[in-house]
């Protein structure tokens, strides 16, 4: 993988600054392209890593043009920029169609056009049995991007993760500063810490084949019980449950656990 060019959609976010600082340090890139629309994220990130193998592009995965620029001559592309809030997502469920699902179309298109090697799309648990927007929005991307292996060329797999510790507007954040709200006890969730994510994706990328759904094995845990270990806090303010949430995620669906199968530190879902 050394000597390649990246492609990082959404990549001034938590996930995309790990997986930069991961592959600048061990893997040799010839450079890496951050695409994102926040030019101020853009301009902080340049001064936080002063490396030139970075390239940064401003622009939005929902412009086609833009990508099929950003795309030419680019190796790997990690699919990283999407509307991530549940709550945000339900009130702007257009918006959230328009970039995780239309995003994802252009994204495949994209890669497809110009001869890009891989694409790995990042996912979320949500996308499993969805009960909101922004999960289905997630089951739909996911099903486009294994379903870009039809064509010849670019091999397009997905990577699906929990909860990441430490990751923007994440609830070890929102503990640390002592400003959580707990919207119902039972809540058991998937955690993995966003470094060992990022790993995860950089491996994901180097060992897939194309069509595969990767899980990596995360600590499933009380969102209560995680936020004392963090700071040792007993008591929440328990706000209720919305129509939104489920008391737990989950990893796979039961179609397909029929394909799915076990290797030392994650699952594969083929």
């Known amino acids: 993988m ?32 951050i695409l994102s629309r926040n030019e101020y994220f853009q301009f902080a990130m340049r001064k936080e890593f002063d490396d030139g193998r970075l390239r940064f592009f401003i622009g939005d995965i929902r412009d086609y043009d833009r990508l099929a620029r950003a795309f030419d001559g680019v ?89 990441m510790i430490g990751s923007n507007g994440s609830i070890v954040e929102l503990a640390k500063q002592g400003e959580v709200k707990i919207t119902d006890p039972r809540m058991l969730r998937y955690w993995i810490d966003l470094t060992d994510a990022a790993q995860f994706t950089i491996d994901c990328l180097d060992r897939m084949q194309g069509g595969e759904i990767f899980i990596p094995d995360m600590r499933c845990e009380y969102v209560t019980r995680f936020v004392n270990e963090i700071n040792g806090q007993r008591q929440f303010e328990v706000i209720g449950r919305g129509e939104c949430e489920k008391l737990a995620e989950e990893l796979y669906s039961e179609y397909e656990s029929t394909r799915l199968v076990d290797k030392e530190g994650y699952k594969v879902i083929l």
């Open 75 to 163: 190796d790997y592309v990690i699919h990283a920029a999407a509307l991530k809030h549940v709550g945000i997502c339900e009130y702007n469920p257009v918006e959230a169609v328009k970039t995780n699902v239309d995003g994802a179309i252009n994204i495949i298109d994209a890669c497809i056009d110009l001869n890009v090697g891989k694409c790995l799309a990042v996912s979320s648990d949500k996308a499993v049995n969805p009960i909101n927007i922004y999960g289905a929005s997630k089951f739909c991307a996911e099903r486009l991007f294994i379903n870009g292996n039809v064509y010849d060329g670019t091999k397009f797999s997905v990577v699906r993760f929990g909860n």
């Open 2 to 33: 050394a000597n390649e060019t990246y492609l990082i959609t959404g990549g001034t976010g938590s996930l995309g600054k790990s997986v930069t600082r991961l592959l600048l340090e061990h893997y040799q890139p010839k450079s890496i392209r």
